[in-house]
């Protein structure tokens, strides 16, 4: 059983595409996370969100937008690609907002 | 900003300990130790925190010193299944997970 998924793994796409990926956990956590880890293998938070509230790292450009259909699942849209958005994305859960956090497997994006 | 300092890498044989130390010498009182480990191509997973106490689960110990300025992750029979970057992290509760900031983190190769 994956208690985190994302689709897709690889992403490939050209500049100035719209993309997403998708997360859904499977513990019954209600706070999901974004991560952005680039080429220096540096992470970065850039949203975490519940049922109530969703906080945006403010250097996250609002191309970037989450998306929560319902509690298990938190999409990550992704409008204007741009050269730099290439990264792994992560997508993690915990079950209130300080619990420790549970990581998917990433999703390569390739932007060219 | 990261608030630990870990050494870049370190190395340690099959079967023994791997000690790995942490310095957070700016820590407050309200906040805690994390320690999540990233394996090739996956996604971090969390292993142990604590505030004060020392700490023993399944996967490791964690060591606090009293002062709260340093720490050490204790893997007591490191497999070679243990390599991995492992990342020491300060973070105080009710900030909505968003503190939970990843630095560099220390490079462990368990060698057979």
């Known amino acids: 059983d994956t208690a985190v998924s994302q689709t897709p793994k690889y992403l490939v796409t050209q500049m100035g595409n719209d993309k997403s990926i998708k997360c859904e956990q499977n513990l019954g956590h209600d706070t999901m996370y974004w991560y952005k880890q680039d080429s220096k293998k540096f992470l970065k938070i850039m949203f975490s969100y519940n049922n109530k509230e969703l906080i945006i790292n403010e250097t996250v450009p609002n191309r970037f937008s989450p998306k929560s259909p319902d509690k298990a699942h938190l999409n990550l849209h992704i409008n204007s690609l741009e050269l730099g958005d290439s990264a792994v994305y992560f997508c993690?859960?915990?079950?209130?907002?300080?619990?420790?956090?549970?990581f998917g497997p990433g999703t390569r994006l390739t932007v060219l | 900003d990261a608030k630990t300092t870990q050494p870049p890498s370190m190395d340690c044989a099959e079967g023994r300990a791997a000690n790995l130390p942490c310095n957070h010498s700016?820590?407050?009182?309200?906040?805690?130790v994390y320690w999540y480990r990233q394996i090739h191509s996956q996604g971090p997973q969390y292993i142990i925190h604590g505030l004060k106490n020392n700490e023993t689960n399944e996967m490791a110990s964690l060591i606090i010193t009293e002062d709260r300025k340093s720490s050490t992750l204790i893997l007591p029979h490191a497999t070679l299944r243990d390599t991995a970057v492992y990342y020491c992290?300060?973070?105080?509760?009710?900030?909505?997970?968003?503190?939970?900031?990843f630095g560099a983190g220390t490079r462990l190769f368990v060698k057979a």
């Open positions: 992290i300060v973070r105080p509760v009710n900030t909505g997970g968003f503190k939970t900031i």
């Open positions: 993690a859960s915990s079950p209130y907002f300080d619990n420790e956090q549970f």
């Open positions: 700016t820590i407050s009182g309200n906040e805690y």
